[in-house]
């Protein structure tokens, strides 16, 4: 199993109460480790955009085409430096014009954890193929699950 360059991603649980070691009631933060592989990976071939699926989750697709659209979660693994899931504050769409806002209040690529979700029509389901209709991420993007 192939893992995302040792992906590991950290985040920051907020323990209360039963959870706090120390007993004495205060907020208390807890970094956890957790280590993600990739299900398959986004493919752009000719006007038209895949999610090719390892082979060993192939079993997992069974009777998607039934369906019309599919979450499809994803790393944004191109933006994936510390300089860049740093940044808290952004322009909207890159835009100077636009109010500076949190990254949790927009849909930038820059963030903490570079998680992403499209929800994404279905055009086809062949073998570990899925057709899509579009996606905003790059080819040979690491795909990480698929949600209906």
């Not at 360059?5 to 933060?29: D, P």
């Not at 956890?32 to 038209?48: A, C, D, N």
């Not at 500076?100 to 086809?124: E, Q």
Request: proline share 5%.
């Amino acid at each position: 199993m192939r893992m995302l360059s040792v992906l590991s991603v950290t985040a920051l649980l907020f323990a209360v109460g039963c959870a706090n070691q120390s007993g004495s009631g205060k907020e208390s933060t807890v970094r956890q480790s957790f280590e993600l592989y990739p299900i398959g990976s986004v493919k752009k071939q000719e006007g038209h955009t895949y999610i090719v699926i390892d082979k060993q989750y192939e079993p997992g697709l069974m009777r998607l085409e039934d369906f019309s659209h599919v979450t499809v979660i994803y790393w944004f693994d191109k933006n994936d430096t510390p300089e860049k899931r740093a940044v808290l504050q952004v322009h909207p769409q890159g835009n100077k014009d636009n109010p500076m806002r949190g990254v949790f209040a927009t849909h930038s690529a820059v963030r903490p954890n570079l998680i992403a979700i499209s929800r994404c029509k279905v055009l086809s389901v062949k073998d570990n193929v899925i057709e899509i209709d579009s996606i905003d991420a790059f080819p040979d993007t690491p795909v990480l699950d698929l949600k209906n």
